[in-house]
Each structure stands twice: as structure tokens, then as C-alpha cells.
């Protein structure tokens, strides 16, 4: 798992700034700009809108004596693409949106539940309660 974020935190960033390049030739530097302003503006704005119902779901599902696992995750989901969005490149803004948007978010928590099922299932990930 460390590998894999290590060259995630190598290889995104060198991809990031590649295309970044290629939009600068191919759009001019103030558009490119002016449209990493805007996905980071606009996903600060879906981030907040979708952390607040995720929220408020949540509340809801716990008064009601609900345990709201699927919210968490997408809490999760939320603040992951609402932190990525904010970085600047075209690549992350993708991630960012795809974790955000109800609809990609649902493949997202998908592979969240499956990978934390393993991490248990392997006793990678201990789930400690009191009584």
C-alpha cells in the first residue's frame, strides 16, 4: 500500500504538470488559468453541497437509531474529492468531480467497502468497539 502511494505521489504530480504544458499550448496560459480557477471554485461549491446533505443525512439516520455506514463513506468520498479538487491540474480536478458527483461517487464507495472488507478479512484493519 506505501508503494503504491509513493509513486502515486511521484507520478500524478509529473502527469499533472504534462498536461497542464500541453493546455497551455493548446489553449493559451489565461485560459488554462482562468479554467483551474473555475473547476476549484466549482468544486469547492459541489464539496460543501454535498458535505452538508451527506451531514444532514447522517443526523437523521442517527436519530432515527440508524447506524449510517453508507453516509461515512460518503463523507469520506466528499472529503477526498473536496481536498483533490482544490489542488491545481486537469487530472486530480477528474478524481475530484468523479468522488463527488452521487451518481461516480456510488463506484467509489464500492471499492472502499470491498477493500476495507479485505483489510479485515486479512487483519489488516481492526474494528475496536467498547461496551
Given at each position: 500500500?506505501?508503494?503504491?502511494l509513493?509513486?502515486?505521489?511521484?507520478?500524478?504530480?509529473?502527469l499533472?504538470?504534462?498536461?497542464?504544458i500541453?493546455?497551455?499550448?493548446i489553449?493559451g496560459?489565461?485560459p488554462?488559468?482562468?479554467?483551474?480557477?473555475?473547476?476549484?471554485?466549482?468544486?469547492?461549491?459541489?464539496?460543501?453541497?454535498?458535505g452538508?446533505?451527506?451531514?444532514?443525512?447522517?443526523q437523521?439516520?442517527?436519530q432515527?437509531?440508524?447506524?449510517?455506514?453508507?453516509?461515512?463513506l460518503?463523507?469520506?468520498c466528499?472529503?477526498?474529492?473536496g481536498?483533490?479538487?482544490?489542488?491545481?491540474?486537469?487530472?486530480?480536478?477528474?478524481?475530484?468531480?468523479?468522488?463527488l458527483?452521487?451518481?461516480?461517487?456510488?463506484i467509489?464507495k464500492?471499492?472502499?467497502?470491498?477493500?476495507f472488507?479485505?483489510?479485515?478479512k486479512?487483519g489488516n484493519?481492526?474494528i475496536?468497539?467498547?461496551r
Amino acid at each position: 500500500m506505501f508503494r503504491l502511494l509513493l509513486l502515486l505521489i511521484i507520478i500524478v504530480p509529473a502527469l499533472e504538470i504534462a498536461v497542464l504544458i500541453l493546455s497551455g499550448n493548446i489553449l493559451g496560459v489565461w485560459p488554462t488559468i482562468l479554467l483551474i480557477i473555475a473547476t476549484g471554485v466549482l468544486g469547492a461549491w459541489l464539496a460543501k453541497k454535498e458535505g452538508l446533505q451527506a451531514l444532514r443525512l447522517a443526523q437523521l439516520q442517527t436519530q432515527q437509531g440508524q447506524l449510517p455506514s453508507g453516509v461515512i463513506l460518503d463523507g469520506i468520498c466528499i472529503l477526498v474529492g473536496g481536498v483533490v479538487l482544490l489542488t491545481p491540474g486537469f487530472i486530480t480536478d477528474a478524481i475530484g468531480f468523479f468522488l463527488l458527483i452521487p451518481a461516480t461517487r456510488m463506484i467509489a464507495k464500492g471499492f472502499l467497502l470491498k477493500m476495507f472488507n479485505q483489510m479485515i478479512k486479512n487483519g489488516n484493519f481492526v474494528i475496536m468497539t467498547r461496551r
